[in-house]
Structures are given as structure tokens and as C-alpha cells.
């Protein structure tokens, strides 16, 4: 591959010194091909593979970019009425009281021996199972 050849899928910018003696028979089937499919539309080669050029060149320009914004907590306003929102505070109160008193008792049996966070995921597992 030639150092100005530049390759997209099927298509390629540049010239190619080693491939073209290759691949002149296969492109010239190819390219008879194309012009008899291209003359049966009633468009010419030319217009045809300048066309399939300009999608190629549109299809780079035309990039996605991403930009990051700040991450908004969801309002749940927006999506719940307030009685079931009072109902996920109550269940949420209740979940956190009883995480912490099992967190509690593991301390109380078993003084040092979890890291915060393992005593609180374990205090979660044995709340949820109960």
C-alpha cells in the first residue's frame, strides 16, 4: 500500500503502484459492470461514481459529537404521582432502619471484623431475605 493511498471500505483515495497491476482485470469487469447497471438507470458512470464520491466525503464530514453535560438527578415529580412517592419514602425508611439495626447487631456479635461496607451489604442481604 502506497504511503498516499488512503483506503474506506471499498473505495480508496490516492494512487496504488503495487494493488493496480493486480487488480486491473478484476476492475475493469467490475467497472464494465457497473457502467452497463449505471446505463440501464439512465445515469452515466461518471455521475455515478461521482455521486457514490460525495456520499463517501458526507459520510466523514458528517461526525457525531457528544457533548457532556452535567448529570441532573431525575425529579420524580416528573414521572410519579405523590402518593406513590410517599409510599418509596416510606418503604425507603423502613429498608434503611432495618439495614442499620442488623448492621448493628453484626457489630455488636462480631466487633471489627467486617469493613463498613461489607457489614452494610451483608445487613442488606439479611434484611432482603427476611
Not at 458526507?58 to 441532573?72: D, H, R, V, W, Y
Not at 418509596?88 to 463498613?116: C, K, Q, R, T
Amino acid at each position: 500500500m502506497d504511503v498516499n493511498q488512503v483506503k474506506f471500505g471499498n473505495y480508496s483515495i490516492g494512487s496504488s503502484g503495487s494493488g493496480a497491476a493486480n487488480n486491473s482485470k478484476e476492475n475493469a469487469s467490475e467497472a464494465q459492470t457497473q457502467n452497463a447497471q449505471a446505463q440501464a438507470q439512465g445515469i452515466s458512470a461518471s455521475s455515478a461514481d461521482s455521486i457514490l464520491n460525495a456520499l463517501g466525503i458526507a459520510g466523514m464530514q458528517n461526525l457525531a459529537f457528544i457533548s457532556k453535560t452535567e448529570p441532573q438527578a431525575p425529579n420524580p415529580a416528573d414521572y410519579l404521582d405523590e402518593n406513590r412517592i410517599s409510599d418509596i419514602e416510606a418503604a425507603m425508611a423502613e429498608f434503611e432502619s432495618g439495614v442499620d439495626n442488623i448492621a448493628n447487631v453484626l457489630d455488636a456479635e462480631f466487633p471489627g471484623m467486617f469493613a463498613d461496607d461489607q457489614k452494610l451489604a451483608l445487613a442488606a442481604q439479611i434484611f432482603a431475605a427476611e
